[in-house]
């Protein structure tokens, strides 16, 4: 873990060339990926075990530590298999584990504790509530979400938990774990690693009446800025993550990992941005400022990096329009110049065919030279993008053919003319792609430094200590015994000059301490010998932990053992055994979000009644509705959310603060399915928690919805009928309409009903709350009634019906359907068919 007061950075790897691209450029710690099954970024080369293991043993040697991610969500079939990873993981040299997976949380602490285990983002913890509820799982860290304030990160620092934040990188418009666009638009779940990133396509915002509302000109930053507003298609597309600029801020907040995004990145950006945070972190814990020209340096290396223009909005606490790429998704690179001047050149010609009686063809190429003015250095090789000023989407890219400092003029061969003011961008950077070519191939990325104590005292054997200059370790040599010179004595300069020649091994002197007596005489390669020996004896040292676990690390449990530790568990919790459970009769529920809704679902025969806090705050609403709570709980978020959590009371709880907030009032907290439930481990991890009822995840199969319900001891409900949540936003997708009125209470915009379509034509319904946040439902509304059969019999009892976007007539309609489907498989007769336009989710099409 981060020693105190000092932050540690944090970079991706994706496989073994970024990842010692991060260990060259100063990584305290590398998180990465061990084969392609289970972590959150599947799609990466990531490791196989004979290189994560030579990785691991370079880092090490290095001072760096090694993360392991499985950060998703794992079926039940899966657990022993993921415990076989994480266990070859920790004997290859692993330090910690990043998990999202509350079930595989539980199953690692159980099976080794001695592991240290790391809560991801993706496990959507936002709080202080949540990070204490983490520490008593036995959490060693928490990953928060991106989303919150350096007010909050400090509130929440105050638990004594480490802290990790992201602090470069790649934004994603949901709150990290309960997004579900990528599944329901295509199958690739970002719970299971496979994001297709459909927040980077383009959508258009439409009113009720089916009508394009314009995306309003946006400036641009930069030079760019004297570029008219251009507008845009991408209203899901946030800028990246940049917090170089307040390291002393986070330090002071209580941060101890600052975050780089970016496995699936490549060596260059990897080697530039770390190597930059590297720069701006050492001086902040120095107390010494990088001077303007540092600074400007550290800027121009993270612009020069894949970017989409930089935001550090969150971390101040705000989320408007500036904090998004509207008009594109891809990389800005960094602004250097314009052109001044273009002229065509002479049309080429290229003969093909004849020969033979064939005929000639002949092919024409235009080509332009095209004049720029630099305001920042360029290098050779360099790739720019040239954008006008009058169409900016009618781009072209050149290539630079010399270095050329500010201010100088020069000229590139372009594919056609462009017109004069279009803006000139870096968006490749050779310099940086050759020097992460040349540090990823290296067999040492980075030599860790050693303080050097030579003792060369006659009639003793000759001395080498030496000692990590960060004070992990320490070990020594002994060799010959020293006697007096023949001929000429060694001086203490000679020793400097020849233990210090430590060459390609992972050491360099940091400083010596030579004590020896005058006279004394020896061979150098003898002294050699002893350095060596001495070096060896300290990689030894910094390895001997990691050996050492082969004889102290138990087996990974099988199915069978899985199985028995979890009947202890729920022994030990005093869970009742699920097979003696006597179920409740199976009902039609309801999510609804006005009072005249609830009141229909009611007379419509729902048993259970759901309306969010917001809701039920306003408006006169029948007895007995369920407060069902956010899946967003921030500190924030404590005094409008915890009031609906009441001894004895059901309530519906979206995350795990508020969780343990029912628990510890001794309420009746049911999980909905924004915490994930694919296992049986997860499910009694649950209920050990106290959950009264489960709400199983839309991404389950209907053979694991049947598999997993049996397995519960309390009720286990599933939404059956309306559209599925697919994401949920700090960032208020009406923003894009630029007529945000700062108050979510009178806005306009707020009671309109907007969609928005993407590019196949799909409307994906959005509506923003009184909080400012956004939700966007599924393109295609549900319908699983056909299958409540099965539900049922598996022992699904709640069969919920989203009526959020519904009026109250249709509201009752769905009800009625849910409870004709429960009476139909109550009397052994098919239910009705599908609705016409509707989907089975994925009850029949499971998740990637």
Not at 539 to 548: D, Q
Request: charged share 25%; glycine share 8%; net charge negative.
């Amino acid at each position: 873990m981060a020693h105190k007061n000092v932050i540690e950075l944090l970079a991706p790897a994706g496989g073994p060339e970024p990842f010692n691209a991060a260990l060259a450029a100063g990584a305290d710690a590398i998180y990465c990926g061990l084969g392609n099954n289970f972590n959150a970024r599947r799609s990466a080369k990531n490791f196989d075990d004979a290189s994560f293991g030579d990785a691991c043993r370079r880092a090490h040697l290095a001072g760096t530590r090694v993360y392991v991610t499985v950060n998703v969500a794992v079926a039940t079939d899966e657990i022993p298999r993921v415990l076989g990873l994480v266990r070859r993981a920790w004997l290859l040299g692993a330090d910690a584990f990043i998990i999202q997976d509350w079930g595989l949380f539980a199953q690692i602490r159980r099976t080794w504790p001695q592991i240290e285990t790391h809560v991801s983002t993706q496990a959507n913890v936002h709080d202080a509530r949540g990070v204490a509820w983490c520490r008593g799982l036995g959490a060693d860290r928490v990953t928060l979400s991106r989303e919150l304030s350096l007010p909050e990160i400090a509130r929440i620092a105050e638990e004594g938990v480490e802290l990790e934040c992201f602090g470069h990188g790649a934004l994603c418009f949901c709150y990290s774990g309960v997004c579900m666009m990528s599944s329901l638009a295509g199958g690739r779940s970002a719970n299971r690693g496979l994001c297709a990133q459909p927040c980077r396509l383009p959508y258009e915002l439409v009113d009720e009446k089916g009508e394009l509302v314009p995306i309003p000109d946006v400036p641009t930053a930069g030079m760019a800025e004297k570029m008219r507003g251009v507008g845009g298609t991408r209203a899901l597309c946030p800028k990246d993550y940049c917090t170089v600029d307040h390291i002393d801020e986070m330090i002071g907040a209580g941060v101890g990992s600052l975050k780089v995004e970016g496995r699936m990145k490549a060596p260059d950006y990897v080697y530039q941005v770390v190597g930059a945070y590297r720069q701006a972190i050492d001086a902040s814990i120095a107390g010494v400022p990088l001077s303007p020209e540092e600074d400007h340096a550290v800027h121009r290396q993270l612009k020069r990096a894949f970017n989409r223009d930089f935001t550090d909005a969150y971390l101040l606490g705000e989320s408007d329009n500036r904090m998004m790429s509207y008009e594109r998704s891809n990389n800005r690179g960094e602004t250097v110049g314009e052109v001044v001047a273009s002229r065509p050149l002479e049309d080429s010609f290229e003969r093909r065919g004849g020969g033979n009686g064939g005929r000639t063809r002949m092919r024409r190429f235009t080509r332009a030279e095209v004049t720029i003015r630099l305001a920042e250095p360029v290098g050779a090789g360099d790739l720019l993008e040239l954008r006008p000023v009058s169409d900016p989407t009618q781009f072209l890219t050149v290539n630079v053919e010399r270095d050329a400092a500010a201010g100088e003029t020069i000229t590139a061969t372009a594919a056609r003319p462009i017109e004069a003011g279009a803006v000139v961008r870096v968006i490749r950077s050779q310099a940086a792609m050759d020097a992460a070519a040349r540090v990823s191939r290296a067999d040492i990325q980075r030599k860790r430094r050693v303080d050097v104590r030579v003792v060369a005292r006659l009639g003793e054997p000759f001395r080498v200590e030496l000692s990590c200059a960060d004070g992990e370790a320490s070990a020594s040599a002994e060799g010959f015994v020293v006697e007096a010179a023949r001929t000429k004595a060694v001086a203490s300069e000679d020793l400097v000059e020849h233990v210090g020649r430590m060459g390609g091994g992972p050491f360099e002197p940091a400083s010596f301490d030579v004590q020896m007596d005058e006279g004394v005489g020896m061979s150098f390669s003898a002294v050699h010998k002893v350095r060596a020996a001495a070096v060896r004896a300290l990689e030894e040292t910094l390895l001997a932990p990691y050996a050492e676990r082969e004889g102290n690390t138990a087996s990974a449990p099988s199915d069978r053992a899985v199985a028995y530790r979890l009947g202890e568990a729920r022994a030990a919790a005093r869970i009742a055994d699920p097979a003696t459970v006597e179920r409740e009769e199976p009902c039609a529920c309801a999510l609804v979000a006005d009072a005249d809704c609830a009141r229909a679902a009611f007379e419509a025969g729902a048993a259970r009644v759901y309306a969010t806090a917001d809701d039920l705050s306003r408006g006169e609403w029948p007895e007995g509705v369920i407060a069902w709570l956010d899946e967003v709980c921030r500190e924030g978020d404590h005094d409008r959310l915890d009031p609906w959590v009441v001894k004895g009371l059901p309530v519906a709880v979206g995350n795990v603060s508020e969780l343990a907030l029912a628990a510890q009032r001794g309420a009746a907290p049911e999980v909905r399915s924004c915490i994930p439930v694919h296992n049986e481990s997860c499910v009694v991890a649950l209920e050990e928690a106290g959950a009264a009822g489960l709400w199983l995840s839309p991404e389950l199969t209907l053979e694991q919805v049947c598999e997993l319900a049996p397995r519960a001891s309390v009720p286990v409900g599933l939404m059956v009928l309306g559209r599925e949540r697919a994401m949920t936003s700090e960032h208020c997708v009406l923003q894009v309409t630029g007529k945000c009125v700062h108050n979510c209470e009178v806005c306009p915009q707020r009671r309109r009903r907007f969609s928005l379509k993407d590019i196949d034509g799909k409307l994906l319904p959005v509506r923003t709350d009184v909080n400012g946040r956004s939700r966007i439902w599924s393109a295609y509304p549900l319908d699983a009634t056909p299958q409540a059969v099965e539900l049922i019999e598996a022992g699904v009892t709640r069969l919920l019906a989203d009526c959020t976007l519904l009026t109250p007539k249709e509201t009752a309609f769905s009800v009625e359907r849910i409870g004709r489907a429960i009476d139909a498989a109550r009397a052994g007769r098919a239910p009705h068919a599908r609705m016409q336009g509707a989907t089975s989710g994925h009850l029949f099409s499971g998740i990637g």
